[in-house]
């Protein structure tokens, strides 16, 4: 895929606040370990994470940025693709060796509470885009200069990125981090979350190859 070069200097970094090594088991018995960073100096002021899974040593470490879901998460919501993705993301980089950061940015950046009123709205027939804007708020309200913050920290000023979404490789190439492959995650879809995944499609360009059939 075409390498996205970095544009812009790098914000500050951060400094790593604490590490502590968690044993991850997910609801399928997959099993890894990772070390979790909490950080300091982040630009919002929010509590997020890193994982290092696996080992990138000799290679450029494989990276998500993973925004927080609650309802997919946690709780296995079938409205969205947010917990298969976790679970694929963390195997993926844990063999490729990398990092896994997870974003506090609930319903793109909405919140909790918003995120559950646009839901309402898109029983109502609005796409996830729709409903934030009617609501008054942005259809994608996520800035990433917390994320270039940590993998500098980290040393990951160069990484392959695992996403669907053109827009998290074009912000961290602004912020300084060079993107030199934008990897796609696999195809998680079902009855309850195929128009959400067609309006990330449609709406802004994720490269998401639905099947024909389905919906």
Do not use: W
């Not at 609801?27 to 290092?52: K, M, N, Q, S």
């Not at 693709?81 to 976790?86: A, E, I, M, N, Y």
């Not at 993926?92 to 919140?111: K, N, S």
């Amino acid at each position: 895929m075409t390498q996205i070069e970095s544009t812009h200097q790098q914000p500050p970094a951060a400094t790593v606040r604490s590490r502590v090594r968690i044993p991850l088991t997910f609801g399928d018995g997959y099993r890894v370990e990772a070390e979790v960073l909490t950080f300091h100096g982040l630009t919002d002021g929010a509590e997020h994470l890193a994982l290092a899974l696996g080992d990138p040593q000799g290679r450029t470490p494989l990276v998500r940025l993973h925004s927080e879901c609650l309802t997919g998460d946690v709780f296995g919501s079938d409205r969205c693709d947010c917990g298969p993705q976790l679970r694929e993301s963390v195997e993926r980089i844990a063999d490729a060796g990398g990092y896994l950061l997870y974003l506090r940015q609930e319903g793109r950046g909405i919140g909790l509470y918003n995120k559950l009123d646009a839901y309402a709205l898109q029983d109502a027939g609005l796409d996830t885009y729709q409903a934030n804007t009617a609501l008054g708020l942005p259809e994608d309200g996520r800035d990433y200069t917390s994320a270039a913050q940590m993998l500098t920290t980290l040393g990951a000023t160069t990484i392959d990125l695992l996403s669907n979404n053109p827009d998290k490789a074009a912000q961290l190439a602004d912020l300084g981090i060079r993107v030199t492959e934008r990897v796609p995650t696999g195809v998680h879809v079902s009855e309850s979350n195929i128009r959400y995944l067609r309006a990330k499609v449609e709406h802004t360009g994720h490269s998401i190859p639905l099947p024909r059939l389905v919906g």
